[in-house]
């Protein structure tokens, strides 16, 4: 063999081990992944539809992954849909209530390893209080709107609708509940939640159903009447 033969052969051996070296230099890294990024991609993915980690991790396709959002909005909009808001109504509580999901916030932690060898994932978040901030403001505008009417009705005029009101009302929510999104989100104090998540291989991760419902219960604060 040549010494020019040689050379070429060197070269060509030393950029195949620099491609295997970074193989499984790559590898390596999606196998770092821990209990805390997981459950980062699971929150990102279902109330940011931001999917990127969530895909890096799973390895599931881009279009699945996509689908958590939506999924979670057809969740919130059962109740509506069985309710009586108008339809015409549902695809703007729809997007309002996509706008609010995105603003929901939480930081996980370092996870802490159990005896048992699941994980504590530590997660702080802060409590949307949008619902409880305006329930006020809606029932003052909805009694001023109930008061417009008897007073149009004892002037002469006609009665609305049962229907008609009911749009009114929703429309007047959607207008009290917008305002405060775009004028900016306020949240509670910060609070902690110690979420159990399960490895069950290298890129398979589980959390605990009940913790997930409670972390769910806390990111957005309810109207408690």
């Not at 060197?10 to 195949?16: D, L, R």
């Not at 929150?43 to 599931?60: P, R």
């Amino acid at each position: 063999m040549t010494k020019k033969k040689k050379t070429i052969l060197i070269t060509a051996i030393s950029a195949a081990v620099l491609a295997v070296c970074g193989c499984i230099g790559i590898y390596r890294h999606v196998s770092r992944f821990d209990a805390s990024d997981y459950v980062r991609a699971v929150l990102d993915a279902s109330y940011k539809n931001e999917t990127d980690l969530y895909v890096e991790i799973t390895g599931i396709p881009e279009e699945e992954a996509a689908g958590i959002f939506d999924e979670n909005l057809d969740l919130t909009m059962e109740g509506f849909e069985r309710s009586d808001m108008p339809e015409e109504m549902l695809s703007r509580y729809r997007e309002l209530f996509g706008e609010i999901a995105k603003k929901v916030s939480y930081t996980a932690g370092e996870p802490d390893r159990q005896e048992d060898g699941t994980y504590i994932v530590p997660v702080t978040v802060k409590s949307i209080t949008l619902f409880t901030d305006t329930y006020g403001t809606f029932q003052s505008r909805a009694q001023e709107y109930a008061e417009e009417v008897t007073d149009r009705v004892t002037a002469g005029a006609k009665m609305p609708t049962e229907e008609e009101m009911q749009k009114q009302v929703y429309e007047i929510y959607y207008e009290v509940l917008k305002e405060r999104v775009d004028s900016g989100m306020l949240y509670g104090a910060a609070r902690d939640i110690g979420v159990r998540v399960t490895k069950e291989g290298v890129r398979n991760f589980s959390i605990n159903e009940e913790d997930m419902e409670k972390l769910d219960s806390l990111l957005i604060e309810s109207v408690q009447e």
